[in-house]
């Protein structure tokens, strides 16, 4: 059996964001093919609904760019109904798209030992 560990999926990728309404839009862009492969078979569009359900979207869709080793996920209903109609301090996309890098996730060790500590 292979060694594994838990890293932060920002060891994996990066993420950009946008928020259009009550829709915030978070894209991510593994560093390479062999992270992207994690990508696909943990960050299914459940695991991301469920690692947002303290914001309780309506929806989560995956789509994958598989030409450039990313995906995107649209979540309907996280804002808190957009960004104008929002009491709390910031339900705009940035602030989502750095949780969804706080997401664990299990790779080889070897991966693990290649990739950076830090936020790239």
Same mark, same amino acid.
């Given at each position: 059996? %292979?060694? %594994?560990?838990?890293?932060?999926?920002?060891? @994996?990728?990066?993420?950009?964001?946008?928020?259009?309404?009550?829709?915030?839009? @978070?894209?991510?862009?593994?560093?390479?093919?062999?992270?992207?492969?994690?990508? @696909?078979?943990?960050?299914?569009?459940?695991?991301?609904?469920?690692?947002?359900?303290?914001?309780?979207?309506?929806?989560? %869709?995956?789509?994958?760019?598989?030409?450039?080793?990313?995906?995107?996920?649209? *979540?309907?209903?996280?804002?808190?109904?957009?960004?104008?109609?929002?009491?709390?301090?910031?339900?705009?996309?940035?602030? @989502?798209?750095?949780?969804? *890098?706080? *997401?664990?996730? %299990?790779?080889?060790?070897?991966?693990?030992?290649? *990739?950076?500590?830090?936020?790239?």
């Amino acid at each position: 059996m %292979t060694n %594994t560990v838990e890293v932060p999926l920002y060891r @994996l990728a990066h993420s950009r964001s946008g928020d259009k309404g009550d829709i915030s839009n @978070l894209s991510l862009i593994g560093w390479d093919d062999e992270c992207h492969a994690v990508l @696909l078979e943990q960050v299914t569009e459940e695991r991301v609904a469920q690692w947002f359900a303290y914001r309780r979207p309506a929806r989560v %869709t995956r789509y994958v760019l598989p030409g450039l080793s990313a995906m995107n996920f649209v *979540l309907e209903g996280v804002l808190d109904g957009g960004v104008n109609d929002a009491l709390n301090l910031d339900a705009h996309g940035k602030s @989502l798209s750095f949780h969804l *890098l706080d *997401l664990p996730v %299990t790779v080889p060790a070897a991966l693990a030992a290649r *990739l950076p500590d830090v936020p790239g």
